[in-house]
């Protein structure tokens, strides 16, 4: 079983970008919203700005008080997009239920729409046009793939979750690439059937442990996206320890799949990789005024 390891790819990649960064004018710059302090968001945040000042980019951190009204978070990005020092712009989801998230994230310059959610990238993407900006988990599952050189072009791929945000980026992004995919979702019956036929299994449901031996085939690539916080187990008198596991019961799989990524450590660094490698796209299509 070849283990799919995203930290290392995104650690060697990101020497590269932190050279190509260090030859610009100016730091590539991202400024991430944050509303509220949701002790999650705030950690992906933290993993945010320590890739991005490693590689040589600026992180402008912007909070928000969960009171905050909706006009004057869209203010802000109104006053982001018009900066001409900012190069990408990011809400981090989720936002309190009160506020519109998507009413924000089209008030956000497409052209500094690193995440890739603004409907006119989405299209793009939904159109197979390679101009926009690909949402970062779906562009880090496929550079994972790329890394591994695990062919895409006439495979079948099993996409298990269809959310913007993931399942049907990832899709899109498959489908682009040439493979026959199938997504499978909560309403969908017999999924045992769906993900054991295909090449690529890629898994973005958020449910620890959803998939396991009856779900996969040999020599299957299997790539998990899922990030659950469970309660380890519990020894005498002992505190029972949270840990992030993924939607694959990977110990039931492995010694059956022939590649597959763990968790921590496979698409969660990809996703980081993947957006500052949008800001560095967004920052070179400003400076060299080719803005699509
Ligand atoms: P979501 O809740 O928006 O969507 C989940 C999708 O999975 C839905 O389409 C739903 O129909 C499907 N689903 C849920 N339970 C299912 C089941 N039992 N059987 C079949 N399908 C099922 O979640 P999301 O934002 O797409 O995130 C999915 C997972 O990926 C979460 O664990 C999230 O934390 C993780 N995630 C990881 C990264 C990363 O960088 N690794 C980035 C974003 C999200």
Known sequence: MILLDGKKVSKDRALELKAQVSAFRVAPTLAILQVGDDERSSAYIRQKKLFGEKIGCKVLHVTFENAVAHS??????????????????????????????????????PKKDVDGLHSENA???????????????????????????????????????????????????LTNRGANVTVVHRATVNIPTKTKQADILVVAAGHAKLIDSRHVSPGQTVIDVGINLVTGEKLEDEIPKKKLVGDVDFDAVKDIVGAISPVPGGVGPMTVLSLFENLILAYDRMRTGNRN
């Open 72 to 109: 004057d978070i869209i203010e802000k990005v109104k006053a982001l997009n018009a900066d001409v020092a900012v190069h990408g712009i990011i809400l981090q989801l989720p936002i309190p239920a009160n506020l519109d998230s998507r009413s924000i994230i089209e008030a956000i310059d």
């Open 123 to 173: 299209k793009k993407l939904a159109d197979g046009e390679e101009s926009g900006f690909i949402p970062a988990t779906a562009k880090g599952v496929i550079s994972l793939l790329d890394a591994y050189k695990i062919p895409m072009s006439g495979k079948k791929a099993t996409v298990v979750g269809r959310s913007a945000l993931v399942g049907t980026p990832t899709a899109l992004c």
